[in-house]
C-alpha cells in the first residue's frame, strides 16, 4: 500500500484533477489518497467568513464564488453517470455552509470553532469530486477517525484515539483499491470539527501512512522537489534528489514550504520514506526523504531557507534567572524560540510576536526587567543546512560572506543544530541574503551526484 497526497494546486482546475486521476489509475498497488480544498478555496472561505462577521452582504458574492467554482470542476471532471449524486453531495454542504454564514452575518461576530467549522467545508467538498471522478473510488472521511484535543490553546493530533479509530475504520476497507480521505481536517474531543492546522493535509497523509504501514508517502505537489532555495529568489537553485529525515526536518523548520513540518514526523518513526512529486511533471524523478546511502554522503551544503516573518525579543538588563524565565514562559505557551543568544534576546515567528510580549510583560510585571521588554521591526530568520554538519568556522564564514555583502546582522550565526547553522537579518534583505549565502556555499552541480 502506498499513501499519496495532492495538495490545492494539484486538485485547482478540472486540468490538473485529470492529472491527478491518471496519476492514481496508474498505481499497481492499493492506495490511499489525500486531497486538500480546491486551490485557493480555503482562503475564500476565510474570507466569507470574515465579510460575514462584519455585518455587511458582501460575503453572499464569495458564497456564490465558491458554489460557481465548485459547479465548474464537477460537470468538467466527473463521468456523467457519477454527476448528480456528486453534486447533490456537494450543494448539500453548500447549503450547510450558506446557512452558517448568514448565522455569522446575523450575529456580527465569529468564534474559533465556528472558523474552524466554516473553513472545513473546502475539504469535504473537494474529497466527493474526487472520489467521483475515479471509477471504483472509495471515500473515507476523516470527520470518522481523525481526532485532536486543546494544547495550550491550540489544536493538536490526539494521537491515541486516533490510532485506534483509524484500526477500526480500515479494518472494513482492506480490499478497496482506491480510497479517498480528506485531508487537514478533524474533531476535537467533544465530536465538533476541528483541523490539524494550515498544510494539515500534509499531516494527515503522513498519520495515515504511519499507522497503515504504507510502503511510502507520495506529497504532489507544484514544485519537482526540495529545492536547494526559493527558486523565486534564487535563480539557479537546484532540485535535490535525496534528504535524510532530519535534514528535510531542518529545511522544514526553517522555513522551506514543500511539506507541512510535522508530516514527517509519524512516518520518520516508522522509517516509511517520502517522495515529493510534481503533479505537472509526474516523470520528474522528485526528491527522496529517507535513510539510505545517498542522504550519508560526504559533507556538503544542501539548502538554504527562511522564515520571513521574525521578530527579535529583548530583555534588555536581564540576568541569567530571568533570561531563563523568559524562555521558559515562551515555550510553556507553545510559542517556538529562534536563535536564543543566552543572554537577552531570542527570535519569535511573527504571529506569535504580540502575544510573546504579552506574556513576558506579566511575567516580570513589577520588575526591573518589565522596563526592557522590546520587539524589533520584522526581521527574516535565514538557515543553512549541511550535510555532515560542516564545521566549526561555518557561522563566522557565514557572518563574513553577509559583512562583505554589506547585509548587517541583527543575531549572529549559530550552530542551532548539528548540521544547521542559522542567523537574523533585517527583513528588508531577507532576499539579498538568500542569495549571498547560496552563491557562497552551495555548489549545486554537486547536489544530484
Known amino acids: 500500500m502506498k499513501v499519496l497526497k495532492f495538495g490545492g494546486t494539484s486538485v485547482g482546475t478540472p486540468e490538473s484533477l485529470r492529472s491527478v486521476r491518471a496519476i492514481v489509475e496508474n498505481q499497481p498497488e492499493q492506495c490511499v489518497v489525500t486531497v486538500s480544498a480546491l486551490g485557493g478555496i480555503t482562503d475564500r472561505l476565510i474570507a466569507a467568513a470574515d465579510c460575514a462577521a462584519s455585518g455587511g452582504d458582501s460575503y453572499a458574492d464569495i458564497y456564490a464564488e465558491i458554489c460557481a467554482r465548485h459547479r465548474r470542476v464537477c460537470e468538467a471532471v466527473v463521468p456523467s453517470g457519477y454527476l448528480g449524486g456528486a453534486w447533490s453531495g456537494v450543494k448539500t454542504l453548500l447549503d450547510e455552509l450558506e446557512t452558517i454564514l448568514k448565522a455569522i452575518n446575523l450575529l456580527g461576530e465569529i468564534t474559533e470553532r465556528t472558523r474552524d467549522l466554516v473553513v472545513s467545508y473546502g475539504e469535504r467538498m473537494s474529497c466527493i469530486i474526487v472520489a467521483s471522478m475515479i471509477p471504483g473510488a472509495r471515500l473515507a472521511h476523516s470527520l470518522d477517525y481523525i481526532r485532536t484535543r486543546r494544547h495550550f490553546g491550540k489544536s493538536v493530533l490526539d494521537s491515541e484515539n486516533t490510532s485506534k479509530l483509524i484500526a477500526d475504520k480500515f479494518a472494513g476497507l482492506g480490499s478497496e483499491r482506491i480510497i479517498i480521505v480528506p485531508g487537514f481536517i478533524a474533531r476535537d474531543t467533544d465530536g465538533r470539527i476541528s483541523n490539524l492546522g494550515r498544510g494539515g493535509s500534509d499531516y494527515t497523509a503522513a498519520i495515515l501512512a504511519a499507522e497503515l504501514n504504507a510502503n511510502v508517502l507520495e506529497i504532489w505537489t507544484d514544485v519537482d522537489g526540495f529545492m536547494t532555495a526559493d527558486p523565486r529568489i534564487v535563480g539557479n537553485a537546484a532540485v535535490i534528489d535525496a534528504l535524510s529525515f532530519v535534514e528535510a526536518m531542518e529545511l522544514c523548520n526553517f522555513g522551506a514550504k514543500v511539506v507541512y513540518p510535522p508530516t514527517i514526523y509519524p512516518v520518520f518513526h516508522k522509517n516509511i520514506p517520502i517522495i515529493i512529486k510534481n503533479t505537472f511533471n509526474p516523470t520528474a524523478a522528485g526528491t527522496f526523504i529517507g535513510d539510505t546511502d545517498k542522504t550519508m554522503q560526504t559533507a556538503q551544503a544542501l539548502g538554504v531557507s527562511s522564515i520571513a516573518d521574525t521578530r527579535l525579543i529583548t530583555l534588555r538588563g536581564a540576568d541569567n534567572g530571568q533570561y531563563a524565565r523568559m524562555i521558559n514562559i515562551l515555550t510553556r505557551n507553545g510559542i517556538e524560540t529562534l536563535l536564543p543568544d543566552g543572554r537577552e534576546s531570542c527570535g519569535v515567528r511573527g504571529n506569535d510576536a504580540a502575544r510573546a510580549e504579552a506574556l513576558l510583560t506579566e511575567e516580570f510585571a513589577g520588575e526591573s526587567a518589565a ?79
Do not use: W, Y
Not at 376 to 383: D, L
Not at 400 to 407: F, S
Not at 409 to 419: D, K, L, W
Open 371 to 449: 522596563d526592557g521588554i522590546s520587539i524589533s521591526e520584522p526581521q527574516a530568520t535565514v538557515a543553512l543546512i549541511v550535510r555532515g554538519g560542516g564545521d566549526g568556522q561555518l557561522p563566522a564564514n557565514i557572518a563574513n560572506a553577509l559583512n562583505e555583502a554589506g547585509i548587517p546582522i541583527s543575531q549572529a550565526p549559530q550552530q542551532v543544530s548539528a548540521g544547521t547553522v542559522a542567523c537574523m537579518i533585517s527583513a528588508n534583505d531577507h532576499k539579498e541574503a538568500l542569495k549571498t549565502i547560496h552563491t557562497n556555499f552551495i555548489n549545486t552541480s554537486n547536489i544530484n551526484d
